[in-house]
């Protein structure tokens, strides 16, 4: 198994530097009070399409050679990485496929739509998901570029961590959501080179635990029909992933949907930022677990801001 090293990352970075943005690190007074502790979250909710997918996207269409390119890229995704590869084909200005569920929040169809890519609309299962690409990939030799079970893709999801701790190199613990495990896996490679000290916390919904599972009996137990405000969360990990996470990450918390619903509100509002369910997952693991972080500094990616703004999910009905 070809496992990316920090080497990698950094390759990625300076390949992909140009064409995301570095992303800002905030903290709020009144966060910190009530974590106990210095927290200091990474933005990815002001990255391109909003969302650190665009990083690992954007790396691993770059990498395309003139010939595959111009095949076009294709995936299948329930929004971020979806809106990301679409964003990512046009600099290189090639044809970009999606299959996305019906049930995709309807943001997040209008985000790929908008960046020009041809969605394929298919059933909720990860089954119809898969067989619908292999359709879509049969019919136009697109590559199909996986949301997170790639090599380039991590590297490029990696270069989050890489610039928090370039900015905050005295944080002592990184909280992190995982679904997949793209996020997770290129932020721990790189905080684990930095500084092998500061630990790395994988952050899970309950109701979405394969991870949390995998993490503990040492073997992939896959996500059975994960039900969870995070959608973007509910994905299992891959056989890349889990191994860079067993190797990497210190500890995998889960919170409920009603801590992540907590998190979400305090992050809207007290620092006047929109973040979706799925990036609130972090600041959830740390309220929960207040002794982990008190007293000290840690960081928190904040992975996206692709909010369904006319259903948000602590809104009263």
């Known amino acids: 198994m070809n496992i990316p090293k920090y080497q990698n990352i950094q390759e990625a970075h300076d390949r992909i530097r140009m064409h995301i943005h570095r992303t800002p690190v905030l903290s709020s007074t009144g966060v910190n009070a009530i974590a106990g502790s210095t927290l200091y979250f990474k933005c990815e909710n002001f990255q391109k399409t909003e969302a650190f997918k665009y990083r690992g996207a954007t790396n691993a269409v770059i990498l395309l050679t003139e010939s595959v390119a111009s095949r076009g890229v294709a995936t299948h995704s329930s929004g971020n990485h979806a809106a990301a590869l679409a964003r990512a084909s046009q600099i290189r200005n090639i044809p970009c496929f999606i299959v996305m569920p019906r049930t995709a929040p309807k943001?997040?169809?209008?985000?790929?739509?908008?960046?020009?890519?041809?969605?394929?609309?298919?059933?909720?299962?990860?089954?119809?998901?898969?067989?619908?690409?292999?359709?879509?990939?049969?019919?136009?030799?697109?590559?199909?570029?996986?949301?997170?079970?790639?090599?380039?893709?991590?590297?490029?999801?990696?270069?989050?961590?890489?610039?928090?701790?370039?900015?905050?190199?005295?944080?002592?613990?990184?909280?992190?959501?995982?679904?997949?495990?793209?996020?997770?896996?290129?932020?721990?490679?790189?905080?684990?080179?930095?500084?092998?000290?500061?630990?790395?916390?994988?952050?899970?919904?309950?109701?979405?635990?394969?991870?949390?599972?995998?993490?503990?009996?040492?073997?992939?137990?896959?996500?059975?029909?994960?039900?969870?405000?995070?959608?973007?969360?509910?994905?299992?990990?891959?056989?890349?992933?889990?191994?860079?996470?067993?190797?990497?990450?210190?500890?995998i918390l889960t919170v409920s949907d009603d801590d992540i619903l907590s998190a979400m509100k305090i992050i809207w509002e007290r620092m006047k930022i929109i973040i979706e369910p799925s990036a609130a997952v972090g600041i959830a693991a740390v309220m929960k677990n207040p002794h982990l972080v008190h007293g000290k500094k840690a960081g928190v990616i904040l992975t996206g801001g692709n909010a369904d703004l006319s259903n948000l999910p602590f809104a009263e009905k």
């Open 107 to 251: 943001n997040k169809i209008t985000a790929v739509r908008s960046y020009g890519a041809i969605i394929t609309f298919c059933e909720p299962t990860l089954d119809d998901r898969e067989k619908t690409l292999e359709k879509i990939i049969n019919l136009t030799d697109a590559t199909f570029i996986h949301p997170y079970d790639n090599f380039n893709v991590i590297c490029g999801q990696g270069t989050a961590a890489k610039e928090l701790l370039e900015d905050h190199p005295d944080i002592e613990a990184l909280f992190v959501p995982v679904g997949g495990g793209g996020i997770l896996s290129g932020s721990a490679i790189s905080i684990k080179a930095l500084n092998h000290h500061i630990k790395v916390y994988g952050c899970e919904p309950d109701n979405a635990d394969d991870a949390y599972q995998s993490f503990k009996k040492g073997r992939i137990i896959p996500s059975v029909n994960p039900v969870t405000i995070a959608d973007g969360l509910l994905t299992s990990l891959s056989e890349l992933t889990f191994e860079i996470i067993r190797n990497h990450v210190d500890e």
